[in-house]
Structures are given as structure tokens and as C-alpha cells.
């Protein structure tokens, strides 16, 4: 016992320093997140872009300092500082201000990736297959600079590397003097994308980096400007300045769309809603699961994965957070997005897959970037995700859950989407006693995995409510009759001795995903077995009160290493104890929940239990989605508790009273 002892106090002790140890990677929830739904970018906190791929967030990286110190990078702020005073979105939108002081001065930095009025007028866009909104990205990161007091010596560097940093870009003067320069790949111009640097400061090229440096006084402002495009950039301030309010002016009248309570959390809300919306990609209608690649989900592991893709689940569950707060015409263009790609070449079916590329792509083979150091020494470093061919038998029900909460108060189910809803439903009936990968795409064997076969119900249910609505009665009483089957197997084989849904069928291990019975109405709120299964994941499912998505030594997900805690779970443990009348205990975690936050009100994948650390893909659309509907539940909770009236989460705020 005293040697067990020991041996546990020395892994604590390591732990500690391991913790503690200085990395050259700023922590994962550093980051700040921007968007103009058809580039994505993240800057850390010392003013450093060190992660953005062109032209496509799924595309090769021409920043890629997250995953390597070496693969690239794209600085502004004052020279020898690296820590600002303060740092914040301006209000409603997708604008960065950072704020440095030093010992002689004050600077302000605005980051944005510009958006504009609709300018393909002349010819259409060879990308974009959807409708055409009012606004557009205008392919530019756009950076601003204000000295607000005293005097500062500001810096900027540009140094990318392309092709996630296998090939090296070339630098050459392409203004009349020093006002603007075009970097291209060295090896080969025409197999990366052309980046026009344009500023009022004078660039300097030294091999790889594009620099420039200056003494700013209190009054001046300068601007640099990124594009990767014929669009063109600003030649003033005044310009830079007008782009700016322009990009502000059209996240604000996004954001205006949408109803947010009168709440003190309602800016969780508001950033989590702008968030999900970042993370789409305009062109096609598709959702990401997460703008990053490799994020290690264990500190220094192997549990590195790719999520810069669209997620049959993820994306139909970001719906969800989006109707919640009454956000939902994003849902015509996913929609659309699924029957472009689940439609052959010839008009011919083709099935659903758990994901696809932001185009609709089937096929994400996916590789390892051996050259890349990984974040902070986390390898292997990924691209593609070899879970595009998994069976998963969960996303037909997420499907079309989704869609019936889009379509149930317009009472009709558009008739272009109805071949594509009947065929996802004959695939649940077709498959649904087969096992599968799961909702966590373990790489064990399949199982018979107990939340995919209520997932599997859902699609039968949801299936058969919209051939209601479509006027096929006799269709949805042979459906209702089938989802009914469905649950009975369930309820005979994925329930314990105590009423406790478990992991597998005839197993005896938790699995977080089970509070989905609840949430998608598989059984009442009131029923014995939710209570006993969201009580069960609560007490036993948990490190340091956040929830496990299941514990890796009962669970074969073909891995090694343990994984931080899910904060979707958390948060959908939130909306199950608001469920089943434990309302004090969900608002005390939804609280910690949010003091969990980034300081930009930003979340990873995971949580470490024990530091509060960020681990995982960042930012994560599930767990934003998650968060919405979690605050939803526990305000509207407390709302209807004087008038004995709760409307869940998943019901429109326009619906509540």
C-alpha cells in the first residue's frame, strides 16, 4: 500500500509540473476565432494569426505557427510586447480589438475578415451555390491600427509558409515603392494561392517575411491589409476604416435576427450563436465541426483529429442551438447541401455519410504531417478524417430531427426535400438492429450501441411527423409502428438491473450520450429510467463534476491514453437535470459551465477536469450549440417556475410566451 502510495503521490507531482512546465504554445482557449463564413482564422493573444487556410478553412494552411512555431505566422503589435492589456469582440460581432500598453504609449488593434455587399454582379461566382445573400466575403484580413496615447513602436511581420509548411513562399514588390508585396509559392506559383500584402507602412522583404516597422504617435493610424483574390484592398486609412464599419454593420444585422433573453448570460448566448455562424461555409450551406485540425484532446497524445469538416450530426445539432434563439434560415442552406450531396452525378441517390468536405466531397482519406511538431508536441498531426466511411447509424435520426423542427411550424415539407427525408428513414429501418461506431466514432468494433438505436427511433419518429405534414398517413402509421418496435428493443436490451440505459446493449457502462433520451423525448422527463440514467451519468460519470463522454478503460474506442471531459456532455447534462426538476443543481453547473469559458467567451472540444485547461479542436461547434440550448433551458426553467410552465429549450424563443 505505501509503494502504491508513493507511486501515486510521484504521478501527481509530475502532473504538476507537467501542467505548470513553460510551453512556447499559447493555451488552446487563448485564441480568438474570426470569420467571414468562407475563411476562418485564429490569432493569439500577442497579435499573432497562427492558423488560417485559403481560400477554403479546409484548404492547405498558409499559417500554421499553432501546429509548428516555424510554419508561419502574420504579427502586428507593439515591438518587445507580448502580453495586451486587454482584449474583446466589439459588441454583436466578429470584430477583435486588442488593446497593448507599454511604457510610452497605448495602441488599439482591430482584426477582421471583411465582408461587403454581394459583388459578384458581372459574373457569377464559380464557388458559391446558393442563394445570394446582401453579403459577401471579400477574401481579406484587414488589420487597423490606432495609437490612442504617447507614442509606440509597432511592428509587423508576415511570414507564411504554404502547404501546411512544405513549400516555401517568395516575396516580391508589387506596388510602386514600398506600399505592397505578393508572396506565391516558391517552387511552383501557380499550386498555392497569390497573397497581396497592402498597407500605409513601408515592407521591408527579408527572405521568408514581409516586415515593417514604425513609431506611431498619439493620433496616427495605419492599416495592412491581406488578400487572396482579384477583389481589391484598401489604398487608405479612411478605406481600411469604412470596410471595417462595413464588416461590423453586417454581423450586426445578423445577430439583430435572432431573439436573446434579457439575461445576464445572454452574451454567452449572443457569441456562441456567432460562433456557429462562423463556422459555416457560405458557397455550399455546409457546417464545420471546428475550424483546427490536431488539437490534441490529451495533452502530448495521440488523440489528434481533423474537424475541419461538415458532420452530418454536429452541423444538424448547430440547427438545433440556432432555431433555439430563432436563427434558422441557415437550415435551408444545409439542407440544400445534403440533397447536392447525397445526389450522384446522374441525379441517382447516393447515401448519406457521416461527413463530407466543405463541397460536398465523399472521399477525406486521411494522412499524417509527419514534418509538423504538432501542438505542443501532440502527434500525429492530421488531414482528412478516416470516419467518412464509418457506419454510424445516429446521423439519420440528428437528420431528421432537425428538419422537423425546421419545418413543423411552416406545416408543409418542401416537396424537393421529401425523396431525400423518405430514403434517410429507410436507411434507419434497413440498418437499425445492425451495430455501428457510434456517436463518438469509436475505432474499436462496432457495437450495439444503445444511443444509436434511439437515435435510429428518432428518425422513425421524426420521419413519420413529417409524412404527416406531407400528407402520407399511411406511410407515418407503418413508420409510427416501426420507431415503436425500436423502443421496445431498446427498453429490453439497453437497460441495467437499476433502469439505467447503458453504453451497449447488455453492457453495464455509462455513456454521456444517453442523455439524449431525454432531450430528443425517446422517453418522458418523468419516466423512472431517465431519471435513473441522467442521476447515474451525474454521479458516476463524471471528474471533478464535469462529464466523460464514457471512461476509456470500459470503453474499447480503439486508442490509447485518457481524454479530458466533453463539454457538450456537460452542457447536456445541464438540460437533463432542468428536465427531470433538478433545477438548482443544473443552474450551479451551468454557472461553472460558463466560468469555464475563454476569456473571448470561446470553447474547445474538452475540459480538463482538474486545471480547467482547454483541450480539443477549437472552437467546437458542438459544444457552443450545447451551451445554447443548456442556458436556454435553465432561463426558460426559471422563468416558468412561478407560472408551473416550462417550454424546452428546442422550442423557438418566438414560441415562448
Not at 448570460?265 to 471546428?290: C, D, E, F, V
Not at 422537423?404 to 425523396?419: A, C, I, M
Not at 418522458?524 to 476509456?552: F, K, M, Q, S
Request: hydrophobic share 35%.
Amino acid at each position: 500500500m505505501a509503494i502504491s502510495e508513493d507511486h501515486d503521490v510521484q504521478q501527481t507531482a509530475h502532473s504538476l509540473i507537467e501542467s505548470r512546465r513553460r510551453s512556447n504554445f499559447p493555451p488552446i482557449d487563448d485564441y480568438a476565432f474570426l470569420s467571414d463564413c468562407e475563411t476562418n482564422c485564429l490569432i493569439a493573444s500577442n497579435g499573432s494569426v497562427e492558423w488560417m487556410c485559403v481560400p477554403r478553412p479546409d484548404s492547405a494552411s498558409v499559417f500554421g505557427a499553432m501546429l509548428d512555431r516555424n510554419a508561419g505566422h502574420f504579427r502586428i503589435g507593439p515591438y518587445g510586447r507580448n502580453v495586451p492589456a486587454a482584449r474583446r469582440y466589439l459588441p454583436g460581432g466578429m470584430i477583435l480589438e486588442t488593446t497593448w500598453q507599454t511604457a510610452t504609449g497605448w495602441l488599439i488593434v482591430r482584426d477582421a475578415l471583411v465582408l461587403g455587399p454581394w459583388h459578384n454582379n458581372f459574373q457569377r461566382s464559380k464557388t458559391h451555390r446558393r442563394t445570394p445573400m446582401d453579403w459577401d466575403a471579400e477574401h481579406m484580413l484587414l488589420r487597423t491600427v490606432k495609437c490612442v496615447s504617447g507614442t509606440v513602436e509597432l511592428e509587423m511581420s508576415c511570414e507564411p509558409s504554404f502547404d501546411y509548411h512544405r513549400e516555401t513562399a517568395l516575396w516580391e514588390y508589387t506596388g510602386k515603392v514600398y506600399e505592397e508585396a505578393t508572396a506565391q509559392c516558391a517552387a511552383d506559383p501557380s499550386s498555392g494561392p497569390t497573397l497581396v500584402l497592402t498597407t500605409d507602412l513601408r515592407i521591408g522583404l527579408e527572405g521568408r517575411e514581409a516586415r515593417a516597422r514604425t513609431r506611431m504617435q498619439e493620433g496616427d493610424e495605419v492599416y495592412v491589409a491581406l488578400t487572396w483574390s482579384e477583389l481589391p484592398a484598401p489604398q487608405t486609412f479612411a478605406e481600411a476604416a469604412q470596410k471595417m464599419w462595413t464588416t461590423a454593420e453586417c454581423w450586426r444585422q445578423w445577430i439583430t435576427l435572432g431573439k436573446f433573453p434579457d439575461h445576464p448570460w445572454r452574451s454567452y448566448l449572443q457569441r456562441s450563436a456567432l460562433t456557429l455562424k462562423g463556422l459555416t461555409y457560405a458557397p455550399t450551406g455546409a457546417l464545420m465541426a471546428a475550424a483546427t485540425t490536431s488539437l490534441p484532446e490529451t495533452p502530448g497524445g495521440e488523440r489528434n483529429w481533423d474537424y475541419r469538416y461538415s458532420w452530418v450530426r454536429d452541423s444538424t445539432f448547430a440547427l438545433w442551438g440556432l432555431y433555439t434563439l430563432g436563427l434558422d434560415r441557415e437550415a435551408d442552406d444545409f439542407f440544400a447541401f445534403l440533397n447536392d450531396a447525397t445526389t450522384g452525378a446522374d441525379g441517382e441517390p447516393v447515401p448519406l455519410q457521416v461527413l463530407y468536405g466543405l463541397d460536398g466531397e465523399r472521399k477525406l482519406t486521411e494522412t499524417t504531417l509527419d514534418h509538423l511538431s504538432g501542438y505542443d508536441s501532440a502527434r500525429p498531426v492530421r488531414v482528412g478524417n478516416g470516419a467518412y466511411d464509418q457506419d454510424q447509424h445516429d446521423i439519420w435520426g440528428t437528420m431528421l430531427d432537425s428538419v422537423y423542427l425546421h419545418v413543423k411550424s411552416r406545416q408543409h415539407v418542401p416537396e424537393t426535400l421529401w425523396p431525400l427525408l423518405e430514403r434517410q428513414v429507410g436507411a434507419a429501418i434497413r440498418h437499425w438492429r445492425e451495430p455501428d461506431r457510434g456517436i463518438w466514432e469509436v475505432r474499436g468494433d462496432p457495437q450495439h450501441f444503445t444511443s444509436s438505436k434511439i437515435m435510429c427511433w428518432v428518425a422513425l419518429d421524426r420521419g413519420a411527423k413529417l409524412a404527416e405534414l406531407h400528407g402520407e398517413m399511411e406511410i407515418a402509421g407503418r413508420w409510427y409502428g416501426i420507431a415503436e418496435e425500436i423502443k421496445d428493443d431498446v427498453l429490453t436490451h439497453g437497460v441495467d438491473a437499476d433502469g439505467v440505459l447503458t453504453q451497449t446493449y447488455g453492457g453495464t457502462t455509462l455513456d454521456a450520450s444517453l442523455l439524449l433520451a431525454v432531450l430528443t423525448r425517446f422517453l418522458p422527463p418523468d419516466d423512472h429510467r431517465i431519471r435513473a440514467t441522467v442521476l447515474a451519468i451525474a454521479d458516476r460519470l463524471t471528474e471533478n463534476g464535469l462529464v466523460l463522454r464514457y471512461r476509456t478503460e470500459t470503453t474499447d474506442d480503439g486508442l490509447s491514453g485518457a481524454e479530458g471531459t466533453f463539454t457538450i456532455c456537460s452542457f447536456w447534462l445541464v438540460s437533463a437535470l432542468v428536465e427531470i426538476g433538478e433545477l438548482h443543481r443544473a443552474r450551479q453547473m451551468c454557472e461553472r459551465l460558463l466560468g469555464y469559458a475563454s476569456p473571448l467567451r470561446l470553447y474547445a472540444e474538452e475540459i480538463e477536469p482538474h486545471s480547467g485547461r482547454h483541450l480539443g479542436n477549437f472552437p467546437q461547434a458542438f459544444t457552443h450549440l450545447a451551451l445554447i440550448n443548456a442556458v436556454t433551458h435553465v432561463i426558460r426553467a426559471e422563468e416558468a417556475s412561478d407560472a408551473g410552465r416550462f417550454v424546452p429549450a428546442h422550442t423557438p424563443a418566438t414560441q415562448h410566451g
